[in-house]
C-alpha cells in the first residue's frame, strides 16, 4: 500500500515534469497545426482543433527552412570535423611528443579559454570582414575550427594510453603519424565522437556570429532563419510555430538516434573531472 | 670523435620531430592567435579610441573612454543585470535538474521514455526555446496568463513589466538548460557505487540521510561542472534577449552581452564596446578563479 | 469633400512645380544647406547608362506580414519585366536591424546591397554617411517626374535641396477599433473621436469596470516614440532645433516643451486611470492589436501603425467568427484641430558602391517600385499609403476603396495634413540613440511613476548629448 503510493506519487511527479519539459513544444505544434487565425483566440487553445498542415508547407517554400537546416548542418558539420581534427593533432603532439616549449605552448592553449568568445566578437568580426568572409561559410566556420577545450580533453585521455604501446609500435617502424592513425585514433574513437557531438551541439546553437556574419538566406543558419521569421511572419503564428518544429525535428531525431554518444559528449568533462 | 655522428643523428630526429610537433599544433595554434589572443589585444586597442560611425578616422581618447564607461549607469547596470540573470538561473537549473534527474533514476516501468523526455530540450536552441516561449508568455492570449486569470490573479505583461522581464527571459533559458543538467547529473548518479548504499541500507539510514550524506557529496563534481557550465552559459546569454525583449524594458533584460552587442553594432560604438569587453572578460576571470577556489578544492572526487 | 480633393490635388501640384522650378525639391525657395553648399547644378551629371549584361541585385528590407508578400509580388513583376536583372529579396529584420547591418558590412562595400530600404528618420544620418548615390543624380538625369508625388513624403527625404532617397512606404499611426464595440456602448463608429477631449469622452463610455478595477480599457497602445513625434507634429510643434534641422544641422532637441508635455502627461494620466492599456515596447508587435480581439479585458480601441492595416483586414477575412467590424480613424490631436502627420515610412536608397551597372539596376528597380502603377498596386496589396497622388486614380486602388472603405481614410488625412517643417520629419544624426531616450523616458513615466517634467527633460539631456558626440564625429 505504502509502496503503490509512492510509485504513484513517482509517476504524477514525473508526469509533472514532462509537462512543463514538453509543455512549450507541445503548443507550438498544436499553433502550427490550428487553422490560420485561431492563434490569435482567446481563451487560447489548449486541445487541437482541426489540423491544418498548410503552415508547414508555407514555412517550407515560402520561408526557406529547409535552406537554413541545410546551412546549420553545413556549418555545423564542418565546425566538428575541423575542430576534432586539429584537437587530435595538437592533442597528440601535446602527449607524445617532446619539443621545445611545450609547456609554454600548451598553457597559452589552455589560456585561450580564458578569452570569452564576447570579448574577441568585435575584432573577429572586423577580421572577417577585412577577409571578405561576411556572408560566407568560411567565416561561420574557421573561427571556431580550433578547440581549447577538445585539446585539453584529447590530451587528457591520450595519457590513458600506454606509453609501451608507443614504443613497441616505434620498434615496428611506426612513425608519429601512423600510430597516431592506426593506434591512437581507433583507440580514442569514444573520445573523439564526443568532443564531435559536443562540437555540432554548440556550432548548432550558436546565435550571436551567424547573427553578425550572415546577411542572407544563402548562409543564415537555422537560428537566425527562426528569429527572422518569427519577427517577418508576426501575423502568421501558425507559420512560425510551424518553423520552429521544423526547426526542432532534425536535433530530436539526432536525440533519439544518438543518445548514448551525446549522453557521453555531454558529460566528458564532468566525469573525468 | 665516435659520438659525435650517432649525436648529430639523434639531433637531427630530435629537429624531425619538433618540426613535426610543431605541424601538428600549428592548425591549432593560428587559428587561437587569430581568433582569440589578436582579438584580445585589438580590443585593448580599440578601447582607447572612439571610433567614428562610418569608419574613416578613430580619434585617440585614451582611458577618458575608460573612466566614461565605468562611470556609465547604462553598463553599471548591464553588469548588475547580468549578476542577478545568473543568480535567477543558475541555482534554479540546478535544483530543477537535480530533482528531474533523481526522478528518472528511480526504477519503475517507463522510466527511459521520462529520460528521454527530461533529455529532449537539449535538441532545442535559444532561438527555438524564445520563440515557443514568446507564445507561452503572451500577454494576451498566452497560456500563462490564461492560467492566472483563471486562478483569479491579475495578468502580467511578463516581456515588457521591467519587474517581470528578467524572470521570463530565466524561465526560458532554465527550461532550455533543463535537458543539459538532468543528462549529466543522470549519468553521474548511475555511475555511483551501489555498494554504498546497500551499506547505508544495512546502518539504516533513512532516505534523506542518505540523500545528504552520500549521493549529494559523491554527485558534487557534477554539480560542479553543471554548476560552472550554467554559470559561464548565462554570462553569455544573448539569442533570448535578442527575440524577446531586446535589453528592454527599461534595461531591466540588458545583459553585459546585449550591451556589448548594442554598443558596437546598434550604436556603432566600438571604443566603448571594447572596453565593455574587456570588462566582462576581468569579471568573467576573476568570478571563475573564485568559483575553483572556493568550490572546487571541496568537491568531493572519487 | 469632393472639392476638398480636388483643391489638395491642385495645391500638391502647384508646390511640385514652384519646387521643380527652383532646382531643387525642396518647399521653401531654396531648400538651406547645413553643410558645403551642394545644389543640382554644381554637381556632375550622371552620365547615361545602358544595361547589357545581366546583373544580380541585393535589395535588403523590412517588410513583415502581408506587406512582405506584397512586396515579393512587385519584385516578381519587376523581375518579368527586366530579365537581365536578377533581384535578391533580402529580409534583414527591422529597419534599424538593416541599418547596423549596413553600417557593420561597410555601407558601399561589395557585401552592402544595391538597394536599401530604410526608415525615414535615418535621412540625415544616411546624407552624413556621404556614401549613397542621391536619388537626384538619377531623377535629373532622367527627367524621373517627381511632380505627382506627395509633397510631404517627398519633401522629407529632400536635404540640402537634393532628393537623396526615393520614398516608397508610408504609413501613419491610426486608431482601429471595433464599429461593433461603439455602437454597444452608443457612441458613432462614423464619428470618430478627433481629439483628446473627444477621446477621453468616448473612453468613458467604451470603459468598462468591475469595482474600482478596469475591466475593458479604452485605447491600447505601445511604447514608442514614433507617436510622441506624430502627437508633435499634430499640434504643429518641432521636435529637434533650426526648424527640425531643416534650416540647419539640430543640435539640440525642442520637444521639451508645452506641446511635449501635453502628451506625456495624457500618456500618464491614461495609464494611471486606465483609460490606456499599456502594452509596453513592442516593436512591430501586434500586442496593441491582440487586445482588440481579447473578450476578457484588452481594450476597445488600439493605436498602431496603418501598415498593419493589410493584416488586419486579412486577419479579420480569415476569422469572420470574432464578430469584429474594423474601423480605422486618424490620429486624434492633442489639440482640438490638429492635422498635421508626419508622412515618414521608409524610403530605398542606393549605396555608392561605385559599381555602375549595379548602382543602375538598383536605379531601375526602384524607379519602377516608384511608378504610378506600382504604387497602386502596392497599396492595395499592403497597408502602405502610395507615394504618389496618380495612383489613387487607377483601378487597382478604386477597388480596394470598394471593398474595404477604411483605406481611404489615410489617404484622406495626408490630404489633410499641412506640409510644414513640423511636418516634414525631423532631420538629426543620431535619431536612433534620440528615440531610444523618449522611450526610456516614457517607459520610467509609466512604469515608475516619475513625472512628466522630469522624464522629458532627463530625454531631452541625454538626446542632446547623443546629438553633440554625433555631430562632433561627423564634422
Known amino acids: 500500500m505504502k509502496r503503490g503510493l509512492r510509485v504513484s506519487g513517482l509517476y504524477a511527479l514525473l508526469l509533472l515534469g514532462s509537462i512543463i519539459v514538453l509543455g512549450p513544444i507541445y503548443l507550438a505544434l498544436l499553433n502550427a497545426l490550428l487553422p490560420r487565425g485561431a492563434t490569435a483566440d482567446y481563451p487560447p487553445h489548449l486541445l487541437p482543433a482541426g489540423l491544418e498542415f498548410g503552415s508547414f508547407r508555407d514555412a517550407w517554400t515560402d520561408v526557406p527552412m529547409g535552406r537554413y537546416l541545410l546551412n546549420s548542418l553545413a556549418v555545423s558539420s564542418a565546425i566538428a570535423a575541423l575542430s576534432v581534427t586539429t584537437s587530435v593533432l595538437a592533442a597528440y603532439a601535446f602527449a607524445f611528443m617532446r619539443f621545445p616549449g611545450r609547456s609554454v605552448v600548451f598553457a597559452l592553449f589552455l589560456g585561450s579559454l580564458m578569452v570569452p568568445w564576447e570579448v574577441s566578437v568585435v575584432p573577429n568580426f572586423q577580421t572577417i570582414r577585412t577577409l571578405g568572409w561576411l556572408d560566407s561559410y568560411q567565416g561561420l566556420v574557421v573561427p571556431f575550427a580550433a578547440s581549447a577545450l577538445g585539446i585539453f580533453l584529447l590530451r587528457q585521455h591520450f595519457f590513458t594510453i600506454p606509453r609501451?604501446?608507443?614504443?613497441?609500435?616505434?620498434?615496428?617502424?611506426?612513425?608519429?603519424?601512423?600510430?597516431?592513425?592506426?593506434?591512437?585514433?581507433?583507440?580514442?574513437?569514444?573520445?573523439?565522437?564526443?568532443?564531435?557531438?559536443?562540437?555540432?551541439?554548440?556550432?548548432?546553437?550558436?546565435?550571436?556570429?551567424?547573427?553578425?556574419?550572415?546577411?542572407?538566406?544563402?548562409?543564415?543558419?537555422?537560428?537566425?532563419?527562426?528569429?527572422?521569421?518569427?519577427?517577418?511572419?508576426?501575423?502568421?503564428?501558425?507559420?512560425?510555430?510551424?518553423?520552429?518544429?521544423?526547426?526542432?525535428?532534425?536535433?530530436?531525431?539526432?536525440?533519439?538516434?544518438?543518445?548514448?554518444?551525446?549522453?557521453?559528449?555531454?558529460?566528458?568533462?564532468?566525469?573525468k573531472g | 670523435?665516435?659520438?659525435?655522428?650517432?649525436?648529430?643523428?639523434?639531433?637531427?630526429?630530435?629537429?624531425?620531430?619538433?618540426?613535426?610537433?610543431?605541424?601538428?599544433?600549428?592548425?591549432?595554434?593560428?587559428?587561437?592567435?587569430?581568433?582569440?589572443?589578436?582579438?584580445?589585444?585589438?580590443?585593448?586597442?580599440?578601447?582607447?579610441?572612439?571610433?567614428?560611425?562610418?569608419?574613416?578616422?578613430?580619434?585617440?581618447?585614451?582611458?577618458?573612454?575608460?573612466?566614461?564607461?565605468?562611470?556609465?549607469?547604462?553598463?553599471?547596470?548591464?553588469?548588475?543585470?547580468?549578476?542577478?540573470?545568473?543568480?535567477?538561473?543558475?541555482?534554479?537549473?540546478?535544483?530543477?535538474?537535480?530533482?528531474?534527474?533523481?526522478?528518472?533514476?528511480?526504477?519503475?516501468?517507463?522510466?527511459?521514455?521520462?529520460?528521454?523526455?527530461?533529455?529532449?530540450?537539449?535538441?532545442?536552441?535559444?532561438?527555438?526555446?524564445?520563440?515557443?516561449?514568446?507564445?507561452?508568455?503572451?500577454?494576451?492570449?498566452?497560456?500563462?496568463?490564461?492560467?492566472?486569470?483563471?486562478?483569479?490573479?491579475?495578468?502580467?505583461?511578463?516581456?515588457?513589466?521591467?519587474?517581470?522581464?528578467?524572470?521570463?527571459?530565466?524561465?526560458?533559458?532554465?527550461?532550455?538548460?533543463?535537458?543539459?543538467?538532468?543528462?549529466?547529473?543522470?549519468?553521474?548518479?548511475?555511475?555511483?557505487?551501489?555498494?554504498?548504499?546497500?551499506?547505508?541500507?544495512?546502518?539504516?539510514?533513512?532516505?534523506?540521510?542518505?540523500?545528504?550524506?552520500?549521493?549529494?557529496?559523491?554527485?558534487?563534481?557534477?554539480?560542479?561542472?553543471?554548476?560552472?557550465?550554467?554559470?559561464?552559459?548565462?554570462?553569455q546569454t544573448f539569442g533570448q534577449i535578442d527575440v524577446l525583449t531586446r535589453g528592454g524594458p527599461l534595461g531591466e533584460t540588458r545583459v553585459a552581452v546585449y550591451a556589448i552587442y548594442e554598443d558596437a553594432f546598434r550604436h556603432q560604438d566600438v571604443g566603448t564596446a571594447c572596453v565593455e569587453s574587456i570588462v566582462l572578460f576581468a569579471v568573467i576571470a576573476s568570478l571563475t578563479i573564485l568559483q575553483f577556489r572556493a568550490v572546487g578544492r571541496r568537491v568531493f572526487y572519487q | 469633400m469632393r472639392t476638398r480633393m480636388l483643391l489638395a490635388h491642385l495645391f500638391a501640384g502647384f508646390v511640385v512645380v514652384a519646387a521643380i522650378g527652383c532646382g531643387g525639391g525642396g518647399t521653401g525657395p531654396q531648400a538651406t544647406s547645413t553643410g558645403a553648399p551642394a545644389t543640382a547644378t554644381q554637381r556632375p551629371a550622371r552620365k547615361p547608362f545602358d544595361l547589357t549584361s545581366p546583373v544580380t541585385i541585393d535589395f535588403w528590407h523590412s517588410m513583415g506580414g502581408a506587406n512582405a508578400t506584397a512586396l515579393e509580388a512587385l519584385v516578381k513583376d519587376f523581375q518579368a519585366r527586366e530579365p537581365n536583372i536578377h533581384v535578391n529579396l533580402v529580409y534583414q529584420g527591422g529597419y534599424t536591424d538593416s541599418f547596423n547591418k549596413l553600417v557593420a558590412v561597410g555601407m558601399n562595400s561589395k557585401d552592402a546591397p544595391a538597394v536599401i530600404q530604410l526608415e525615414d528618420v535615418l535621412t540625415q544620418t544616411m546624407t552624413d554617411s556621404k556614401k549613397t548615390v542621391p536619388m537626384q543624380d538619377f531623377v535629373d538625369r532622367d527627367r524621373f517626374d517627381l511632380g505627382k508625388f506627395v509633397p510631404q513624403a517627398r519633401d522629407y527625404y529632400t536635404v540640402d535641396g537634393l532628393l537623396r532617397s526615393m520614398p516608397f512606404n508610408v504609413s501613419s499611426p491610426i486608431l482601429y477599433y471595433n464599429a461593433n464595440a461603439f455602437r454597444a456602448a452608443g457612441l458613432d463608429p462614423a464619428n470618430p473621436p478627433t481629439d483628446f477631449d473627444q477621446l477621453a469622452r468616448a473612453c468613458e463610455k467604451l470603459m468598462v469596470r468591475k469595482g474600482d478595477q478596469v475591466t475593458r480599457h479604452c485605447i491600447a497602445t505601445d511604447i514608442t516614440s514614433w507617436y510622441f513625434e506624430q502627437f508633435l507634429a499634430k499640434q504643429g510643434a518641432l521636435y529637434v532645433n533650426h526648424a527640425?534641422?531643416?534650416?540647419?544641422?539640430?543640435?539640440?532637441?525642442?520637444?521639451?516643451?508645452?506641446?511635449?508635455?501635453?502628451?506625456?502627461?495624457?500618456?500618464?494620466?491614461?495609464?494611471?486611470?486606465?483609460?490606456?492599456?499599456?502594452?509596453?515596447?513592442?516593436?512591430?508587435?501586434?500586442?496593441?492589436?491582440?487586445?482588440?480581439?481579447?473578450?476578457?479585458?484588452?481594450?476597445?480601441?488600439?493605436?498602431?501603425?496603418?501598415?498593419?492595416?493589410r493584416s488586419v483586414v486579412d486577419f479579420l477575412?480569415?476569422?469572420?467568427?470574432?464578430?469584429?467590424?474594423?474601423?480605422?480613424?486618424?490620429?486624434?490631436?492633442?489639440?482640438?484641430?490638429?492635422?498635421?502627420?508626419?508622412?515618414?515610412?521608409?524610403?530605398?536608397?542606393?549605396?555608392?558602391?561605385?559599381?555602375?551597372?549595379?548602382?543602375?539596376?538598383?536605379?531601375?528597380?526602384?524607379?519602377?517600385?516608384?511608378?504610378?502603377?506600382?504604387?497602386?498596386?502596392?497599396?492595395?496589396?499592403?497597408?502602405?499609403?502610395?507615394?504618389?497622388?496618380?495612383?489613387?486614380?487607377?483601378?487597382?486602388?478604386q477597388d480596394l476603396y470598394k471593398k474595404y472603405p477604411q483605406f481611404r481614410l489615410l489617404v484622406d488625412e495626408i490630404r489633410q495634413s499641412p506640409n510644414t517643417r513640423a511636418t516634414q520629419g525631423a532631420l538629426m544624426g543620431p535619431s536612433q540613440q534620440v528615440r531610444d531616450a523618449l522611450v526610456s523616458a516614457i517607459e520610467e513615466m509609466l512604469l515608475r511613476g516619475t513625472s512628466p517634467e522630469q522624464a522629458l527633460k532627463q530625454a531631452e539631456s541625454q538626446a542632446n548629448e547623443a546629438i553633440k558626440r554625433y555631430n562632433r564625429a561627423v564634422e
Open chain 1, 164 to 271: 609501451e604501446l608507443r614504443d613497441a609500435a616505434a620498434m615496428d617502424g611506426y612513425g608519429h603519424l601512423r600510430f597516431l592513425w592506426r593506434i591512437v585514433v581507433p583507440l580514442s574513437r569514444p573520445s573523439l565522437g564526443a568532443l564531435g557531438v559536443f562540437s555540432f551541439l554548440s556550432a548548432w546553437n550558436q546565435y550571436l556570429w551567424p547573427l553578425l556574419v550572415t546577411n542572407s538566406d544563402d548562409h543564415r543558419t537555422v537560428q537566425i532563419g527562426l528569429a527572422l521569421v518569427s519577427s517577418e511572419r508576426i501575423d502568421r503564428v501558425d507559420i512560425v510555430m510551424a518553423a520552429t518544429v521544423i526547426a526542432l525535428l532534425p536535433m530530436l531525431l539526432l536525440l533519439l538516434l544518438f543518445q548514448r554518444q551525446l549522453v557521453r559528449g555531454l558529460t566528458a568533462g564532468a566525469v
Open chain 2, 1 to 235: 670523435m665516435k659520438a659525435f655522428p650517432t649525436n648529430a643523428r639523434r639531433l637531427r630526429r630530435a629537429a624531425g620531430e619538433w618540426s613535426l610537433a610543431w605541424l601538428l599544433i600549428s592548425p591549432a595554434a593560428a587559428l587561437f592567435a587569430a581568433f582569440a589572443f589578436y582579438p584580445l589585444g585589438k580590443a585593448m586597442y580599440l578601447s582607447l579610441y572612439e571610433t567614428s560611425p562610418f569608419g574613416g578616422k578613430d580619434i585617440y581618447v585614451g582611458l577618458d573612454q575608460w573612466q566614461r564607461v565605468m562611470q556609465d549607469d547604462a553598463f553599471r547596470k548591464s553588469l548588475w543585470v547580468t549578476g542577478k540573470f545568473v543568480l535567477l538561473t543558475v541555482p534554479a537549473g540546478m535544483v530543477l535538474g537535480l530533482a528531474l534527474a533523481l526522478l528518472s533514476n528511480q526504477r519503475l516501468m517507463g522510466i527511459t521514455i521520462f529520460r528521454t523526455i527530461f533529455s529532449s530540450t537539449i535538441a532545442s536552441s535559444v532561438a527555438i526555446a524564445a520563440v515557443t516561449w514568446a507564445l507561452v508568455l503572451n500577454p494576451q492570449n498566452g497560456i500563462l496568463n490564461y492560467v492566472l486569470k483563471e486562478l483569479g490573479f491579475r495578468p502580467i505583461s511578463w516581456l515588457t513589466d521591467p519587474q517581470w522581464a528578467l524572470f521570463a527571459v530565466a524561465l526560458t533559458t532554465v527550461w532550455i538548460s533543463i535537458g543539459f543538467t538532468t543528462i549529466v547529473i543522470l549519468a553521474a548518479l548511475q555511475g555511483l557505487p551501489r555498494e554504498l548504499y546497500e551499506s547505508a541500507q544495512v546502518d539504516g539510514a533513512g532516505r534523506i540521510r542518505t540523500f545528504a550524506s552520500i549521493t549529494l557529496p559523491l554527485l558534487s563534481p557534477a554539480l560542479f561542472f553543471v554548476g560552472v557550465v550554467s554559470t559561464i552559459s548565462a554570462l
Open chain 3, 244 to 309: 527640425n534641422g531643416r534650416d540647419g544641422r539640430a543640435d539640440a532637441v525642442a520637444f521639451n516643451s508645452p506641446e511635449g508635455l501635453k502628451v506625456m502627461r495624457w500618456w500618464q494620466e491614461g495609464v494611471k486611470s486606465g483609460l490606456i492599456l499599456n502594452v509596453g515596447r513592442n516593436p512591430a508587435g501586434p500586442d496593441a492589436l491582440l487586445a482588440l480581439v481579447n473578450p476578457d479585458g484588452g481594450a476597445a480601441i488600439a493605436l498602431q501603425s496603418s501598415a498593419n492595416l
Open chain 3, 317 to 397: 477575412e480569415a476569422n469572420k467568427g470574432l464578430n469584429i467590424d474594423p474601423a480605422t480613424a486618424p490620429l486624434p490631436s492633442p489639440t482640438p484641430g490638429g492635422k498635421g502627420i508626419v508622412l515618414g515610412g521608409a524610403s530605398l536608397w542606393i549605396p555608392a558602391t561605385g559599381d555602375t551597372p549595379r548602382e543602375e539596376a538598383a536605379w531601375k528597380l526602384v524607379s519602377f517600385l516608384s511608378s504610378a502603377e506600382v504604387q497602386a498596386k502596392w497599396h492595395a496589396t499592403s497597408g502602405y499609403l502610395p507615394v504618389r497622388f496618380d495612383s489613387l486614380d487607377l483601378q487597382p486602388v
